[in-house]
């Protein structure tokens, strides 16, 4: 593919990137209907009486998706109060799960042929468990093999390192996420309708997400020659530390991990020395003090900080060495607007090392064997 095919990006994940408020317009639309007050979710054909008899979920997905399901599960337990298990794929299908009739397995995969998530979605199936796909790919295995599909909109995407396919996912699971609530009752009116508006605000928050571009790239150049890092967060900001992480990782060959920040106590605080870059991510109200605490842990040891925190949170930029600000969503909400900031540190820290960022060394788009 020429570079035409980029619209004038230097690289396919860069324009992936910027495509991300789009990609979540998309996604939304026809479900979320103006004016009214329920999600359509019409393609995966779930009642109020099939709810009744699920007394678990189960989530199998890898990479970027299983992160996608972590976060999935904050929002489906809060809201609809089902229990939700995510396993990763490659584990669960080899292993004698505990599904049944009673369970609601939802199989996660951008390109709907991920032979773990495929073959783990059929052991479910063979187990008497309901069934429903998130995938980007319309007529792709898993859907097809699952009977009920919930279709995200990123369009085709030819970077390896997913970036915009993930952000549609999130908008698939926030959408499941309120629609179980609806069914069950587990959500108040007043709660319901707040939550509905914040999703239609996404595209726009996500836009201005992206004029961070620049401090970004000026980071990463600073950067580009440091050997390993860390990533810390709390609740579903430990879900998408684990997905900056992995960004990092696959497109920078940089060793970084990805820890809770309360575990990070338990035997990683040792790893902590002298101008060690961590990534903090602090965007839950609810977790703020907690969160700040550990930050002021790792600042007093030496380590050269960058926050992730809503604007206006003035106390993360009186310890932090420096902060990208989100824009104001309720906390359920802002992985999708704050993981771009982690997606074009990655991108920009690979293209300043040199690599070849659509294309990282050992990696495949979709891993099909098994």
Do not use: W
Request: aromatic content about 8%.
């Amino acid at each position: 593919m020429n570079k035409a095919d980029k619209k004038g990006y230097p690289h396919y994940m860069l324009k992936e990137i910027y495509e991300q408020p789009e990609v979540i317009e998309n996604t939304l639309k026809d479900r979320l209907i103006p004016g009214s007050e329920d999600i359509n979710l019409s393609d995966i054909k779930l009642t109020q009486s099939d709810l009744d008899g699920v007394h678990r979920m189960v989530v199998v997905a890898c990479g970027t998706s299983y992160h996608a399901g972590l976060a999935g599960k904050y929002l489906i337990e809060k809201f609809a109060g089902i229990p939700v298990e995510v396993e990763i794929a490659s584990e669960f299908r080899y292993r004698d799960p505990v599904v049944d009739k009673n369970s609601l397995v939802i199989a996660i995969s951008q390109s709907g042929e991920t032979a773990d998530t495929l073959d783990a979605m059929r052991k479910a199936k063979q187990k008497g468990a309901r069934i429903i796909a998130i995938s980007n790919v319309a007529g792709s295995t898993i859907p097809r093999e699952a009977g009920h599909s919930l279709y995200t909109c990123a369009g085709p995407e030819i970077s390896i390192a997913s970036t915009k396919a993930y952000t549609s996912q999130l908008i698939a699971l926030y959408l499941l996420a309120l629609k179980l609530a609806q069914l069950k009752g587990g959500i108040d009116l007043e709660t319901y309708r707040q939550r509905l508006g914040a999703l239609s605000s996404l595209p726009g928050k996500a836009r201005k997400m992206l004029d961070c571009s620049g401090e970004m790239k000026e980071l990463a150049g600073r950067h580009k020659d440091m050997e390993k890092t860390i990533y810390l967060g709390r609740g579903l900001d430990y879900a998408l530390a684990l997905e900056g992480s992995l960004k990092l990782k696959e497109t920078c060959y940089i060793h970084s991990a990805a820890y809770p920040a309360g575990e990070f106590r338990h035997g990683p605080m040792a790893l902590v020395e002298e101008g060690l870059f961590v990534f903090f991510l602090a965007t839950q109200d609810a977790l703020l003090d907690k969160s700040l605490a550990n930050l002021r842990e790792i600042k007093d040891r030496g380590a050269y900080v960058v926050a992730l925190a809503k604007e206006g949170s003035r106390e993360v930029g009186e310890v932090a060495d420096r902060v990208i600000y989100v824009p104001e969503v309720p906390d359920e909400f802002t992985s999708a607007p704050a993981v771009i900031p982690l997606q074009l540190f990655a991108y920009y820290m690979a293209a300043a090392r040199g690599h070849d960022v659509d294309k990282p060394r050992s990696l495949v788009k979709s891993v099909t064997d098994s």
